[in-house]
């Protein structure tokens, strides 16, 4: 069974960076895409950035752009997601998740999830 587990959230202020971290277990994600997400209150989850576990192909939200990077360490079984320069509007609740094959940006095409980390910024 594929377990994913986040941590590394936290508050922080306008401005400053935080490193998520999104551990998995229980598969082999040789030919797999980890994917962040995230969901403030009242609103859609949406994605964030993506990464293909092989070949590191990356992919980031127009809102993350230049301000985050997507990461993986294959010994660790361990994805990343540095953000710098938060805003407010970056508070929410922080998800990874896991598919099979190429990356994608819709939260229903990820098979596995992890529980979730709170990140908020204040201004």
């Known amino acids: 069974q594929v377990q994913l587990v986040e941590s590394g959230g936290g508050l922080v202020q306008t401005g400053g960076s935080l490193r998520l971290s999104c551990s998995a277990s229980g598969h082999t994600f040789s030919r797999a895409a980890i994917g962040w997400f995230r969901q403030a209150p009242g609103k859609e989850r949406e994605f964030v950035a993506a990464?293909?576990?092989?070949?590191?192909?990356?992919l980031y939200a127009e809102s993350v752009k230049g301000r985050s990077t997507i990461s993986r360490d294959n010994a660790k079984n361990t994805m990343y997601l540095q953000m710098d320069s938060l805003k407010p509007e970056d508070t929410a609740v922080y998800y990874c998740a896991a598919r099979q094959g190429t990356i994608a940006t819709t939260p229903r095409w990820y098979d596995y999830w992890g529980r979730g980390t709170q990140v908020t910024v204040s201004s």
């Open positions: 990464i293909r576990w092989t070949g590191g192909d990356t």
